[in-house]
């Protein structure tokens, strides 16, 4: 009989967007009078088409394939040089970071990346993540056997939670422990809160100091509009020896659907054997991508290529303006229904503490009976997320006005 990998056992019972769409067939199986009313604001989820040059990239694409001259099979595993240049170059060196085109790896989502790298990373290393906190850092170290069980609050033995609190903006404080592995999403995801330049520089001091690795969620960064605002972990010095960023053109590029993302590795960035060499992570990575990974269909890359161009700009710009004014609706109606808001003015998402008496699934329940809105129970995120919901700006301006009605018709 086949062995199975036992740590996927101590998963919680389902993961939170799952457990979502569950309870939500659940309600129209029951009330189908409400499901063609239904307005889905939970799962961030992008809703308008994909910019115009990008599709027009990828019909070019296409045209090519149907041609035996300029038809492609297997691309690079890394990704096409076209696509890896246009990212260092428009994202990083005109921004002054210094990231080499090869430093550039092209896959289908940073979701996948984020969890994927675990691959190259050995067992016993002590984990640290912001609470709360996106479910894939939590679900795929306990899948690596990097935790022990979760307690009943949901917390995995072995992992060190950060808290994120108003108190602190979301922006967790240094651990006075050491640690060897740091998650960290800025614009975040779920409570859309943003790191100042000096905060990032706090991280990446400790990261030097104590010989830690920062994982460096910025799928979100294109929406951040504020100029003191870093874009990229890189623009703090020192950042290009401990740090991994993961980027995405799923939110900005609407390419949700489409799978294109990528993570920058620089050359620089030292992990230890077991026997306590130096190893650097880029030569790992790189053949972790040449044995598990195919890479992103041609098309796809042109598609993605096509975004950094002057139509491609601009249509991502409009893209933004769209969704950053959907966040400033439901954040106004928010506030004037007497909920305390967090979030949306440099990421698509809003964060908003549950009425009192009312926790998270059960402001999830009130939101999908009373309005049939879909929203995302904070505690789904972690033991610290509860008293809260998120609300994401991903969808229709017609939707969003339409929700921000039906919300200030609920009983507060």
């Not at 994120?164 to 800025?186: G, K, M, Q, R, W």
């Not at 880029?282 to 993605?304: D, E, I």
């Amino acid at each position: 009989m086949a062995r199975i990998n036992d740590h996927y056992l101590k998963l919680k019972a389902g993961y939170l967007f799952p457990e979502i769409g569950r309870r939500v067939s659940a309600f129209t199986d029951s009330h189908p009078e409400s499901a063609a009313k239904l307005i889905r604001c939970g799962i961030g989820d992008v809703t308008e088409p994909l910019p115009q040059a990008a599709r027009e990239a990828m019909h070019r694409a296409i045209d090519e394939l149907g041609v035996r001259d300029t038809f492609r099979g297997y691309g690079p595993e890394q990704g096409y040089d076209f696509l890896r240049a246009a990212i260092a170059e428009n994202n990083y060196r005109k921004q002054g970071m210094a990231i080499a085109d090869d430093e550039i790896f092209v896959s289908d989502g940073s979701k996948c990346d984020t969890g994927n790298f675990l691959d190259i990373l050995g067992p016993g290393n002590r984990v640290a993540i912001t609470d709360p906190v996106y479910p894939v850092y939590v679900d795929t170290n306990v899948m690596i056997g990097n935790t022990g069980d979760a307690n009943a609050e949901g917390a995995y033995e072995g992992l060190v939670y950060l808290p994120c609190t108003a108190e602190n903006a979301f922006v967790p404080a240094i651990p006075d422990e050491d640690v060897d592995v740091i998650y960290l999403c800025y614009p975040n995801n779920p409570t859309g809160a943003t790191a100042s330049k000096e905060q990032l520089t706090a991280w990446v001091d400790y990261a030097k100091a104590r010989n830690a690795l920062i994982l460096y969620d910025a799928a979100y960064e294109a929406f951040i509009s504020d100029p003191e605002i870093p874009h990229s972990i890189y623009e703090i010095p020192g950042a290009e020896t401990c740090a991994i960023e993961f980027r995405s053109f799923s939110k900005n590029g609407g390419f949700t659907g489409v799978r294109c993302g990528y993570t920058v590795v620089p050359k620089t960035v030292i992990g230890s054997t077991a026997s306590g060499e130096n190893q650097a992570l880029h030569p790992l990575w790189n053949r972790r991508m040449c044995t598990k990974f195919n890479s992103v269909s041609y098309p796809v890359q042109r598609g993605a290529e096509a975004i950094f161009s002057e139509a491609g700009q601009a249509q991502v710009k409009a893209l933004i303006s769209h969704y950053m004014g959907n966040a400033q609706l439901l954040s106004q109606t928010c506030q004037e229904i007497g909920l305390e808001v967090h979030g949306g003015r440099n990421a698509p998402y809003i964060w908003v503490g549950c009425p009192d008496g009312t926790d998270s699934w059960g402001m999830f329940d009130k939101m999908l009976e009373e309005a049939s809105v879909v929203i995302t129970p904070g505690s789904g995120f972690g033991a610290a997320g509860e008293g809260y919901f998120r609300i994401s700006a991903f969808n229709s301006r017609e939707n969003v006005e339409e929700v921000c009605l039906r919300m200030k018709a609920m009983a507060f």
